[in-house]
């Protein structure tokens, strides 16, 4: 992930986003963020499918993961809409 201009989330998660970073470079990174969730939550399925008993403490962890995954995912993407808006302004 890119670090340089720190930005803080509601729930205590900071986002690093690189000042110098295209709006093409932070979409890549928040499909790359998506699909990290994408792939957790089907991890996270074939689990709970093949379980006979469910650790509904490691889901809810699992669930929680997921959400922060998206969370990162949205927040590049506003950064890229944000950065896409300033350039056609000026």
Known sequence: MNTSQRQSMDDGLSY?????????????????WLQYARGLNGLLADLIHESDAM???RVALGMEAIGALMRM???CMAQAHVRMCWGQAG
């Open 16 to 32: 690093h986003a690189d000042p110098g970073a295209t709006p093409h470079d932070l979409m890549n990174e928040a499909t790359e």
């Open 55 to 57: 650790d509904c403490q």
């Open 73 to 75: 995912g949205i927040h």
